[in-house]
């Protein structure tokens, strides 16, 4: 595939990992989950697809109208906000055990 340039598009082999993830992206998606799953109205009882197509939403919004998030560029798919938040839960989950463990020493 060529791109408008004339220049040669390189195909991403299936199975690789795309661009990290940067602090700021993993603030905007966790906001933007927070968001989604705390509402009231739709709660997070939801089908897999809708959840994370509302949640995608969100942060999409969020790089619209915030300033700090202006800077996100990176265009993330549902299935890459999904896969990110399973990182970020796993890793709270073990730093909520350490302190709960430290707190009860």
């Known amino acids: 595939e060529v791109d408008a340039d004339g220049v040669r598009k390189k195909k991403k082999a299936s199975g690789t990992r795309g661009p990290k993830w940067t602090s700021l992206e993993d603030q ?3 906001e ?3 968001t989604v799953s705390h509402d009231s109205i739709i709660g997070a009882n939801q089908k897999h697809g809708k959840y994370w197509e509302r949640i995608k ?3 999409d919004e969020r790089k619209l ?4 998030y202006k800077k996100v560029t990176m265009k993330r798919s549902q299935k890459a906000m999904s896969t990110r938040w399973a990182i970020i839960q796993a890793s709270v989950n073990t730093f909520h055990v350490y302190h ?3 707190e009860t020493q």
């Not at 109208?65 to 700090?68: A, Q």
């Open 28 to 30: 905007c998606l966790c």
């Open 32 to 34: 933007s989950w927070s």
């Open 57 to 59: 939403a969100e942060f």
């Open 65 to 68: 109208i915030n300033n700090e």
């Open 100 to 102: 709960n463990e430290a």
